[in-house]
């Protein structure tokens, strides 16, 4: 399974956000390799543009370091940002700054609710 990050911040700087957060999240072992850059599908005579994260193969582990290096790299940037991790089904969570630190519980639950059962 694979999820899609995205980070909302002040008008304008979404993917500059998106890439640094990128850069941020290579550096932990437990995501190294498992982050990748998306684009947006680009308007007509554009390229696309860098717009979210896909962090594949989630797992326990994942999830974790997720939050507790989102939760670091939100608060450096001391900026009005929030993260929304989106499962394929379309659920999704969004978490501020201010929500950060309940974070793993919720992702984790929306994540375990959006897989059906075997």
């Given at each position: 399974?694979?999820?899609r990050?995205?980070?909302?911040?002040?008008?304008?700087?979404?993917?500059?956000?998106?890439?640094?957060?990128?850069?941020?999240?290579?550096?932990?072992?437990?995501?190294?390799?498992?982050?990748?850059?998306?684009?947006?599908?680009?308007?007509?005579g554009?390229?696309?543009?860098?717009?979210?994260?896909?962090?594949?193969?989630?797992?326990?582990?994942?999830?974790?370091?997720?939050?507790?290096?989102?939760?670091?790299?939100?608060?450096?940037?001391?900026?009005?940002?929030?993260?929304?991790?989106?499962?394929?089904?379309?659920?999704?969570?969004?978490?501020?700054?201010?929500?950060?630190?309940?974070?793993?519980?919720?992702?984790?639950?929306?994540?375990?609710?959006?897989?059906?059962?075997?």
């Amino acid at each position: 399974m694979s999820v899609r990050i995205e980070v909302r911040g002040p008008a304008g700087s979404d993917a500059a956000l998106v890439r640094d957060l990128h850069a941020w999240l290579q550096r932990e072992d437990d995501l190294r390799g498992r982050v990748g850059l998306a684009g947006a599908a680009p308007e007509p005579g554009q390229m696309g543009a860098v717009s979210e994260l896909v962090l594949t193969a989630v797992s326990s582990g994942t999830v974790a370091a997720l939050v507790a290096s989102a939760q670091l790299w939100i608060k450096q940037r001391r900026a009005n940002l929030s993260i929304v991790v989106r499962h394929p089904d379309g659920k999704e969570v969004e978490i501020d700054a201010e929500q950060i630190s309940g974070a793993e519980e919720f992702i984790r639950t929306v994540l375990r609710d959006a897989d059906p059962a075997p």
